[in-house]
């Protein structure tokens, strides 16, 4: 987890995971900028999306014994453009590595820079699926 957050943040923070003997589990980052440590509710909510996506991924990755697939509904919604890019290149790279991802959201102007940074990576592409356009019939 800790090296997604970082890259995820783009170095600006490092994660600290809680001790073994910490019944709550409660993790803390390192704010690089001010030199302070942080908790998860002196975080901004972009930041604190990004620690539990961080976890998430951590946890898919090492602990799946199958590579289940992943499903996301606006996970990236807080994030700069910066943030946003790092965090779409780590989820192209799993589907690279032949991970089902499912990325729902509602922004229309995502869909063009998923389309140029799967571009940039050799056999990944991004299928897209208008929901709003699909007849359900019952």
């Keep these: 987890a800790a090296a997604f957050f970082a890259n995820f943040t ?20 390192f704010d690089k900028q001010h030199k302070v440590y942080k908790s998860l509710n002196e975080i901004s909510t972009g930041t604190q999306t990004q620690l539990l996506l961080a976890v998430r991924l951590a946890f898919a990755t090492r602990q799946e014994k199958i590579a289940l697939p992943l499903c996301f509904d606006e996970p990236l919604a807080h ?15 799993l589907a ?40 359900v019939q019952g």
């Design 10 to 29: 783009c170095g600006a923070y490092v994660l600290h995971r809680p001790e073994k003997k910490d019944k709550n589990l409660t993790f803390t980052c």
């Design 96 to 135: 690279q590595e032949g991970r089902q991802i499912f990325y729902f959201t509602c922004h229309e102007q995502e869909l063009p820079l998923w389309q140029q940074l799967a571009s940039e990576m050799q056999n990944t592409s991004v299928n897209f699926v208008d929901l709003t356009k699909t007849l």
């Design 79 to 93: 994030s700069d453009g910066e943030r946003f890019t790092a965090i779409a290149r780590a989820l192209l790279q």
